[in-house]
């Protein structure tokens, strides 16, 4: 298992902006898939945003053009900026590598809210 520990979260208004932190405790950093993931209340984890060993990136069609996922293996932290924030994006926001997504391993999430 690899320590993940999210950072941010918080009640934001539509429109607005929010960067997620990510501090991941893996080495080689860039050497690992990484993602974020979501939960709404009521629904399953979705995924949001993947960025992979070569650093290319994929979105999730409902965060495309709003949200982005970059990463710096300095500090080891993966980041998620979000903008134009709307209502749906209303979730626990989780960051995970993609091995410990696989052994079913989860770290606490962060609470994003979004009011209109």
């Known amino acids: 298992q690899v320590q993940v520990v999210e950072v941010g979260g918080g009640n934001m208004r539509t429109g607005e902006s929010l960067t997620l932190f990510c501090i991941i405790h893996?080495?080689?950093?860039?050497?690992?898939?990484m993602a974020w993931y979501r939960q709404a209340p009521g629904k399953q984890r979705e995924l949001v945003a993947r960025?992979?060993?070569?650093?290319?990136?994929n979105y999730a069609d409902s965060v495309k053009g709003r949200f982005t996922i970059s990463r710096d293996s300095a500090k080891r932290t993966l980041y998620l900026q979000m903008n134009s924030l709307q209502p749906g994006d209303t979730a626990v926001y989780y960051c995970?590598?993609?091995?410990?997504?696989?052994?079913?391993?989860w770290g606490r999430g962060a609470q994003v809210t979004v009011s209109s």
């Open positions: 960025i992979t060993s070569d650093e290319s990136t």
């Open positions: 893996v080495s080689p950093f860039n050497a690992n898939t």
């Open positions: 995970n590598t993609e091995s410990n997504v696989q052994v079913g391993y």
